[in-house]
């Protein structure tokens, strides 16, 4: 029996740079205007995420015929940091009146702009938590490009109550992941 719910816990923290100004300038007037009880649209946005597909990686094994045809598989040369699938995938759960998609949106139109110079956004972290809400470490995503999201149907005939969500595709060129093991980590 399980006694806590909340045993996988993390928190993506956006890059600074991450939402344009004007969107921030935009946002602000709807936060004024709404009441929310966020302060930047950095927290408005993490507060919608439901879940990160976190990439995996496979091997190709080597193999080699021996003596008397046996064959015998050996692991592959390649560098884990190359084995790992480069991208991931955010869920978002809709907000009331689909802001939290329209603004994501509004914000990829932004960064796909060709007067935008950047190539990359900057590096995204992941912060890892356990049970009792410590942070027992992090996974930073270094170049990242926006590579998709996903559309969402606006339909009145659909009034279920159910979660809806929206995802965002995300590519990355480099990634660190650092555990906390060391007499930094908090004891309880």
Do not use: C
Not at 83 to 104: A, P, Q
Not at 135 to 150: N, R, V
């Amino acid at each position: 029996m399980l006694l806590t719910q909340r045993q996988h816990n993390f928190l993506i923290l956006f890059p600074k740079t991450f939402f344009s100004d004007e969107l921030k300038s935009n946002f602000e007037f709807y936060r004024k205007q709404l009441l929310l009880p966020y302060t930047s649209i950095d927290d408005f946005m993490s507060s919608t995420i439901q879940s990160v597909n976190f990439p995996g990686w496979k091997m190709d094994l080597r193999s080699q015929t021996r003596k008397l045809g046996a064959k015998q598989d050996f692991k592959n040369a390649v560098p884990v940091k190359d084995l790992l699938e480069r991208s991931f995938t955010i869920s978002f759960k809709l907000s009331d009146g689909f802001l939290n998609y329209f603004l994501f949106l509004n914000n990829s139109i932004d960064y796909l702009d060709f007067n935008n110079e950047s190539l990359y956004f900057d590096d995204f972290k992941f912060i890892l938590l356990n049970n009792e809400g410590y942070m027992i470490g992090t996974a930073d995503f270094h170049q990242l490009i926006l590579k998709g999201m996903s559309n969402v149907k606006l339909d009145y005939s659909n009034m279920e109550r159910n979660m809806t969500t929206f995802t965002a595709d995300f590519q990355f060129n480099d990634w660190d992941i650092t555990l906390l093991y060391d007499d930094s980590y908090p004891k309880v």
